[in-house]
């Protein structure tokens, strides 16, 4: 079983910056996706950034150039790293790892989400 626990958010202006932690405790298996998603007020949870344990990054167009996630492995932990917030980043950012076997997913675990709030 994997608890992930998350922190870092809270209210900036825009053009601000955040750093997003999410540290995961129990066994991890070899292969790995951990990745940021957000739902803001009346969306969808969409995929924000992720990383393999290949370290192979993906991001949403939205948030390319501005953010940046990273990951370390000795401490189990995941990153986002967001620059030149805008208010239409306002949402609440949930951890996400999944761990899979020859392809197959075997668990999907999620942090409990921390609000992002960008305002003037």
């Known amino acids: 079983q994997v608890q992930l626990v998350e922190s870092g958010g809270g209210l900036v202006q825009p053009g601000g910056s955040l750093r997003l932690s999410c540290a995961a405790s129990?066994?991890?298996?070899?292969?790995?996706?951990m990745g940021w998603y957000r739902q803001a007020p009346g969306k969808e949870r969409e995929l924000v950034a992720r990383?393999?344990?290949?370290?192979?990054?993906n991001y949403v167009d939205s948030v390319k150039g501005r953010f940046t996630i990273s990951r370390d492995s000795a401490k189990n932990t995941v990153y986002l790293q967001m620059n030149s917030l805008k208010p239409e980043d306002t949402a609440v950012y949930y951890c996400?790892?999944?761990?899979?076997?020859?392809?197959?997913?075997?668990?999907?675990?999620w942090g409990q989400g921390t609000q992002v709030t960008v305002s003037s």
């Open positions: 129990g066994t991890i298996f070899s292969n790995v996706v």
């Open positions: 990383i393999t344990s290949g370290d192979s990054i």
């Open positions: 996400n790892v999944r761990l899979y076997r020859s392809n197959v997913l075997l668990a999907n675990y």
